[in-house]
């Protein structure tokens, strides 16, 4: 995903949003999980600012012993510290995953099958595992694997709806 200039990763985005934002499980969900972005990922700002206009909860990931995480409530008073990297709620009204209508999960590669390779410590698919609910990924032309390139491993969770920048129906088949 480096190597993917600015100008076209944005391009790309602009894309993704306009499809995510008019998809059924979009359209549908009233909770929404999603991640406060790394400047490599797919930029969640523009969808969490959508949803907050939309009238759409937002729920942040917050990491918990054991590799388990949890989503916590994002609003004005929701405060955040750093870990690995990545900015987290430390406050805020947790909610279960079947209070979750839709997770937009994060990943460093995809394949055909919607198998992904997250950034290494399994927590997204350890959740992922107990939840019945919509999932969505954001790929970036950069992010396409037409085969698994990865070791797979028990906890790996299929991804059910992949949106992709190219392509005619923008989803990788």
Do not use: C
Request: glycine letters at 6%; aromatic letters at 8%.
């Amino acid at each position: 995903m480096s190597a993917m200039n600015a100008h076209e990763k944005e391009r790309q985005e602009q894309s993704m949003y306009a499809h995510l934002f008019n998809s059924a499980e979009w359209q549908s969900a009233k909770i929404i999980a999603v991640t406060k972005s790394q400047s490599i990922e797919v930029n969640t700002a523009p969808i969490i600012q959508q949803a907050i206009e939309s009238n759409k909860k937002i729920v942040i990931p917050r990491t918990l012993p054991h590799r388990q995480m949890e989503f916590v409530l994002l609003d004005d008073d929701t405060k955040f510290k750093q870990k690995f990297g990545i900015d987290e709620p430390v406050n805020g009204q947790i909610y279960n995953q079947e209070q979750i209508d839709l997770i937009i999960v994060p990943g460093v590669s995809f394949a055909s099958d919607h198998s992904r390779l997250g950034f290494g410590a399994g927590y997204y698919d350890r959740y992922l595992s107990k939840y019945g609910g919509n999932t969505v990924s954001l790929v970036l032309s950069a992010q396409i694997q037409g085969k698994i390139t990865w070791p797979v491993d028990e906890f790996d969770v299929r991804i059910g709806h992949l949106i992709i920048a190219e392509g005619e129906n923008n989803e990788l088949e």
